[in-house]
């Protein structure tokens, strides 16, 4: 497969994991979110709503990651409903009848539709321990403190770094770099690398703490 392509995927699971992110976080086992009124400030789209699911994801995905702001979100003072919360079985269901939907209504080829699959279920999977080495090498930054567009690359490279033995660290890290200055802000790429190559540094000099993951993935 060509590096465009896999580029391309990557680009691909990054849509995918910024709406799972902005919309289904339950997905990632945070509470659902509240489900808008007619009151919400928040406009309708009656035209989006009225077409199948997988559409909607298919349209909606690029345009919020276009229109993304690049402002830092802030953490609520209002303690969430852990009721809300999906078992891992749930959560995985979700997100692959999701994943389902989009790809089928994705008009490429199936090239790639394993490396797609491997990547997005894969942060899906295993968002906990990706999460908890983000925040860990993040320089005290917390998770719901960085943009959606940066935490959601950087998810990507430390699935690929943590769990994909056969992707060089390198080809990892300057990916979700690109992918960043293309999609994040004028800092993006430089706050991901730091990150990434946090991640990289510890594994090298500690392998014996990481090579069972990626032989066991």
């Avoid at 994705?106 to 990547?119: E, M, P, T, V």
Wanted: hydrophobic fraction near 30%; aromatic fraction near 8%.
């Amino acid at each position: 497969m060509s590096i465009e392509r896999r580029r391309h995927l990557r680009e691909l699971s990054l849509q995918v994991l910024f709406f799972i992110d902005s919309v289904q976080p339950e997905i990632f086992g945070k509470p659902k979110r509240p489900v808008p009124t007619k009151n919400d400030s928040e406009p309708h789209l009656p035209q989006e709503e009225s077409e199948p699911r997988s559409k909607v994801v298919r349209k909606g995905v690029r345009k919020r990651i276009a229109n993304a702001k690049p402002v830092f979100e802030t953490v609520s003072s209002e303690q969430p409903d852990h009721s809300q919360k999906l078992s891992d079985s749930e959560r995985l269901e979700l997100g692959n009848q999701l994943l389902d939907d989009f790809w089928h209504n994705f008009k490429d080829s199936n090239q790639g539709r394993d490396f797609f699959l491997l990547l997005t279920r894969g942060v899906i999977q295993h968002i906990s321990e990706i999460d908890k080495n983000i925040e860990t090498f993040s320089s005290n930054w917390k998770i719901d403190r960085m943009t959606c567009v940066d935490r959601n690359i950087i998810r990507i490279g430390v699935f690929e770094i943590l769990r994909c033995p056969d992707i060089p660290y390198k080809v990892s890290i300057n990916e979700a770099v690109d992918i960043g200055k293309t999609f994040g802000t004028n800092d993006s790429g430089s706050f991901i690398n730091g990150v990434l190559d946090s991640i990289r540094i510890s594994i090298e000099t500690s392998p014996s703490n990481y090579n069972e993951k990626r032989i066991n993935s």
